[in-house]
């Protein structure tokens, strides 16, 4: 389908300034993948500008709800513009490099310290003879390589890319290798969360849960705070009873054990809520340690929710 403007309320920012931010709400029997298409909202080029938010309901052929989801307009080129889902309590920034032929880098900043969760890029031109290969770089760490295939390039091609990294950042730093030809710029997105939520600080870190030996991973504590939760998301079946133990200067923190079943599933999410000796100054180390009980070997990643005084 089309975007039905018919379906369309501007709740706040009509005929506004560009500077201003616009609030708009939606509903449309389209999946989140037509929406968030680019061009979907082309019929508003020139009234959607860069940070306005839709509220999108996505319902079925009946008008029964199916799920709603928030975009925000984070590309408005004159050639497309792109609605990209922002998840609740995500945020986003953006980059543009303006020459992807050349060896060129910018980079995405947000205010805050943010884990992210996926990045994107979209050229705005056109390239030949080998295809666009943009790296995303945080913390000096190379997490991934974006490439956009030049056989199909045109403006709005897009390429994606999970991010996988344990550690937060401000700054996401996007750069072109120079090996493609054409004529093209890229923008380029991340989204996340921050690090902190309603004065909690959460830090992660992953765990090797080994069969043959005893596995440590270490969270430092960049603030004065009480350690509320920790929270494992486990890779696989263990294959038998798993603990993740953790430390606060070598003291076990007092029901902050992470018992892992025989069994366990893929994707499953663990957690343990201490209740003393969770007490953590600022350089302070949160150790997690996973002692061998045989089985196999899975990954944990663990999540510390810190309360920050």
Request: charged letters at 20%; proline letters at 4%; a negative charge.
């Amino acid at each position: 389908m089309a975007l039905d403007i018919t379906n369309l309320t501007v709740i706040r920012g009509q005929d506004k300034p560009e500077a201003v931010q616009g609030y708009l709400a939606y509903r449309t029997e389209d999946d989140e993948t037509t929406v968030s298409g680019v061009n979907y909202f082309g019929k508003l080029q020139h009234k959607l500008f860069k940070g306005d938010e839709i509220w999108v309901q996505h319902v079925d052929a009946d008008g029964e709800l199916k799920g709603e989801h928030r975009y925000m307009i984070a590309i408005d080129d004159e050639d497309f513009i792109v609605a990209y889902p922002v998840a609740p309590g995500e945020m986003i920034a953006t980059a543009y490099i303006e020459d992807i032929t050349e060896v060129e880098q910018d980079t995405s900043v947000f205010n805050e310290k943010v884990l992210a969760d996926k990045a994107t890029v979209y050229l705005d031109g056109t390239i030949d003879t080998s295809d666009a290969n943009i790296a995303l770089t945080i913390n000096g760490e190379t997490i991934g390589t974006m490439t956009v295939p030049h056989t199909a390039s045109e403006p709005g091609s897009s390429s994606s890319l999970s991010v996988s990294t344990m550690h937060p950042s401000t700054s996401y730093i996007f750069g072109s290798d120079g090996t493609c030809a054409g004529t093209s710029g890229a923008y380029c997105i991340v989204v996340g969360k921050p690090v902190v939520i309603d004065s909690v600080y959460i830090q992660q870190e992953n765990i090797t849960i080994d069969d043959t030996a005893a596995q440590t991973a270490y969270i430092n504590a960049p603030i004065n705070g009480k350690l509320l939760k920790l929270q494992a998301t486990i890779d696989g079946d263990p294959g038998a009873e798993k603990t993740i133990v953790a430390k606060i200067d070598g003291t076990n923190v007092a029901n902050g054990t992470i018992t892992v079943p025989n069994g366990t599933a893929a994707g499953t999410v663990i957690s343990a809520s201490p209740t003393a000796d969770n007490i953590l100054d600022a350089g302070d180390t949160l150790e997690l340690s996973a002692p061998d009980t045989g089985g196999n070997t899975v990954e944990a990643y663990v999540s510390a929710y810190i309360k920050i005084d």
